[in-house]
């Protein structure tokens, strides 16, 4: 699984320098000067290097909750939501039950992760009784999570100041604090679950009916494990990871709730999950892969580069690593319905 993680990650680095080598002939700009902007401000300085791990903290968070639900068999493409959803929760912690600052941040997050992990458990309840479909469940959920947040903050939540509605700011005593900005205490937050996901998947009972299920469903019926309830269960400690997230891009990063802070970092986690091969200890370094794409590529827009490239490289990579697996699926699909 390492050399096949360390395999995909050349195949994105040809592909990214590929993508450099086309933007350099078509805009006339120096291949040279690509890069070196594109390292410089990724591991060129202390500061890039902050940035960047700043960048990996919530796609690192976001991918230890994918892996769950994927390595349960469960398809969860809601970490948008779920992160959305945990970043209300957290705000409205902080800013309306005039808890104590300590007590605030510990129900924020354990608020966010409630939540977060009730919102993504009920796709996964529709998926266990009646089989629907949580792809669909979950995309969907997404969008009413983004309906829900820009309902609070154009109105009971809407701070009245600014060219853009939001949120007013959370109280300084309830921000996490910075390890050295722009990095915040949640990266080391996102290293324990690292350690905490890797232990509960491999090194529980739990954790096993959760990878029995996903392997063969069927199989793992067969040998006494509630599949039904599993799948809800893996649904829930995934959306809770995902909640945590949003939670810490409040405590840590925005200290406000605002349109677009998810900032796409739940489909991020979905490219990370499938570098990683739903491996908690790979996740920290395919979200640092992710991350350093899209922290250089951003920096581009100082050459005249568009700076939607960012998000157009990730898609990229998305589909650099999925087209194998779709490959082998249509594979077996053929296998199968030639045995027929």
Not at 149 to 173: A, C, F, K, S
């Amino acid at each position: 699984m390492v050399r096949s993680a360390f395999y995909i990650t050349g195949i994105i680095a040809l592909t990214v320098s590929a993508i450099f080598l086309l933007t350099s002939l078509s805009l006339g700009i120096d291949l040279v000067e690509i890069f070196a902007l594109f390292l410089g401000s990724t591991v060129g300085s202390l500061d890039s290097i902050l940035q960047t791990l700043a960048r990996a903290t919530p796609i690192l968070i976001s991918t230890l909750g994918l892996l769950v639900a994927f390595n349960g068999g469960i398809w969860n493409i809601g970490g948008e939501g779920q992160i959305v959803v945990g970043a209300i929760v957290t705000v409205g912690t902080c800013l309306f039950l005039g808890l104590p600052p300590p007590l605030a941040i510990v129900l924020s997050l354990a608020g966010s992760f409630l939540a977060s992990g009730i919102y993504g458990a009920f796709a996964a309840f529709l998926k266990a009784r009646w089989d629907v479909n949580e792809v669909v469940i979950t995309m969907m959920q997404n969008f009413v999570a983004f309906a829900i947040l820009q309902y609070l903050i154009d109105g009971p939540w809407n701070w009245g100041v600014g060219l853009y509605p939001r949120t007013t700011m959370i109280p300084p005593e309830t921000r996490l604090s910075f390890i050295m900005s722009p990095l915040n205490s949640m990266f080391l937050i996102a290293l324990a679950l690292v350690a905490a996901t890797y232990i509960l998947l491999n090194r529980t009972v739990l954790g096993y009916e959760i990878r029995a299920t996903g392997a063969n469903k069927m199989a793992a019926l067969t040998n006494g494990i509630d599949t039904e309830r599993l799948t809800v269960l893996s649904m829930l400690l995934s959306g809770g990871i995902c909640g945590l997230a949003g939670s810490g891009l409040v405590l840590g990063t925005f200290f406000r709730a605002q349109a677009g802070i998810s900032g796409n970092y739940g489909f991020y986690a979905i490219a990370s999950a499938f570098i990683a091969g739903n491996r908690a200890l790979l996740a920290p370094l395919s979200s640092l892969l992710i991350a350093l794409i899209y922290e250089g590529t951003l920096s581009l827009v100082a050459l005249g580069i568009p700076h939607r490239l960012s998000e157009a490289m990730v898609g990229i990579v998305f589909l650099v690593v999925l087209l194998p697996k779709a490959a082998g699926w249509l594979r077996e699909v053929n296998e199968s319905d030639a045995a027929d």
